[in-house]
């Protein structure tokens, strides 16, 4: 089944400790980004990578580091996360990015910093 | 820099009516999109349309486009207690390579 995995689902932490959130898609998608969608502010992007190796920012990417080391994998590192990363964090891919593409997204993953 | 707002941010109905809800965007576009999300999951899309279309119809979805106003609607006829969600437009400026999307409406559909 054609799906963009996001793990963990759910997590809480504590300010400071480093964490990552994974996530890969099983559809050699050349696109990927990541997005954060708080309360009365839809989504917003935080970054986005056209192909491995290529990564940029979007519109909030302060406290967060992304790799694309494969084309398959995309992972959020949040270095020392704050109580205003709490937040609800989606994946999603697509064939080659903006255009006549549509976005495939992950479950979501819930993050509570403490 | 969020490109698109929709109207309104919440809309109830009863089943059966249509429902309608309205996006708006700041720049030239290429494409748009629209997405539902069912609370707290992630969104799936329903409909794009592209900048040279007017119009488009899915199944009970109809979606129009007037890139001179840059607003886009999304109507949903016969609607069903199974449409409650929330839909987001998503668009592309015609230069970048990102996706903007809105603050969505959440659309809540009575028996």
């Known amino acids: 089944e054609a799906q963009v995995t996001q793990n963990p689902r759910y997590l809480i932490t504590v300010t400071g400790k480093k964490l990552t959130v994974t996530c890969s898609q099983n559809?050699?998608?050349?696109?990927m980004s990541w997005y954060r969608q708080d309360p009365g502010l839809g989504l917003r992007q935080i970054y986005y990578?056209?192909?491995?190796?290529?990564?940029d920012k979007g519109d909030v990417p302060e406290g967060y580091k992304v790799s694309r080391k494969e084309k398959r994998n995309f992972p959020l590192i949040l270095e020392s996360p704050s109580p205003n990363q709490t937040s609800l964090y989606f994946c999603?891919?697509?064939?080659?990015?903006?255009?006549?593409?549509?976005?495939?997204f992950g479950a979501g993953s819930r993050l509570t910093v403490l | 820099s969020q490109q698109g707002e929709e109207d309104p941010q919440a809309l109830s109905i009863q089943e059966g009516e249509n429902a309608t809800m309205n996006c708006s965007y700041k720049?030239?576009?290429?494409?748009l999109q629209w997405y539902r999300q069912n609370s707290g999951r992630g969104l799936v899309h329903l409909i794009l349309?592209?900048?040279?279309?007017r119009e488009k119809h899915s199944g009970r979805l109809r979606v129009t486009l007037d890139t001179s106003k840059k607003s886009s609607s999304l109507l949903i006829t016969a609607s069903r207690a199974a449409d409650t969600a929330s839909y987001f437009c998503?668009?592309?400026?015609?230069?970048?390579?990102?996706?903007?999307f809105g603050t969505g409406t959440s659309l809540t559909v009575i028996p």
């Open positions: 999603a891919s697509s064939v080659t990015g903006p255009g006549a593409n549509v976005l495939t």
């Open positions: 990578s056209m192909n491995v190796e290529v990564t």
């Open positions: 720049t030239s576009i290429n494409n």
């Open positions: 349309i592209r900048s040279n279309e």
């Open positions: 998503a668009t592309d400026a015609d230069t970048g390579n990102q996706f903007y």
């Open positions: 559809m050699n998608h050349e696109y």
